[in-house]
């Protein structure tokens, strides 16, 4: 559930907006003792000016470890409503509250509650790209990063429901050989590639290496020369001897992975439409003036009922103790 506070009634607008606004924003963070964290799929603008840059993994470790008061999310509602689940005394803003999630949003708490009494002895690990609803729904939270290590701690008698994604489902069930029960979740960028395209990509591109995200479709990731997480393919073109990757993934990590590897180069695989990229239209909500204008008003700010936080904390709480 997102709640944003009403902005104080002399608010600024963008027509105030200073002229050196990362110079701006980083008064603000003195001011505020505020801490900006921000997903690889934010705009490279945000990605220079945060504090730390990551994958969801990486997001809640530094959410559940800040000493900041106020803690400012360049990324989407689950990410923020994180923050606020551990953190519940912190102010944590979200730049535009309309940041949403194809993938949280294609597992409404209702229908998730009678799909899991179908499966009263199932344990369930859902990925936390879902709402706080469905995470206090939930037994263990997990990442594309740490999905697999985690299902695989779990007991092999013991039954497992698998929420939302099914791609990332699929690629836990091949990776592990476990029989998982799928809520028919779906990203709609990971979702979003073409195999035929890819393949012709590949064909204008033989020297490149395939690297994609276990979101995706299971035609896409046949194609892959290897699958991970956003920090993990960060960390494999760095360390790969190759010089040139197709990016099977939102294509806002190829600004960290140009600053973190000159030299390689970096193609975005391409959608099934027409468009030239496949950008997350909802982390690209986020801008630097909207970024500094959450700071300026302290709003909107996110908030959770009680119950549903201390519910959601404790399968978070878990999946970082697995993940250790």
Known sequence: MFT???????HSTVADLPTDLFAAIQALKQELNAVILAHYYQDPDIQDIADYIGD??????QAAQTNADVIVFAGVHFMAETAKILNPDKLVLLP??????????????????????QYPDHLVVSYINCTAEIKAMSDIICTSSNAVNIVRQIPEDQPIIFAPDRNLGRYVMAETGRDLVLWQGACLVHENFS??????LKIEHPEAEIIAHPECEPPILNHADYIGSTTA???YAKKSSKSSFIIVT???IIHQMEKETPGKSFIPAPPMNSCACNECPHMRLNTLEKLYLSMKNRSPEITLPEDIRIAALRPIQRMLEMSQ
């Open 96 to 117: 535009d509250l309309n940041a949403g999630c194809s993938l949280a949003e294609s597992c409404p708490p209702d229908a998730f509650a009678k799909f899991k009494a």
């Open 250 to 252: 939102e294509p806002g």
């Open 233 to 235: 393919l960060l960390n």
């Open 56 to 61: 969801s993994l990486g997001l809640s470790r």
């Open 195 to 200: 195999e035929k395209k890819l393949v012709q």
């Open 4 to 10: 944003s506070t009403l902005p104080r009634q002399n």
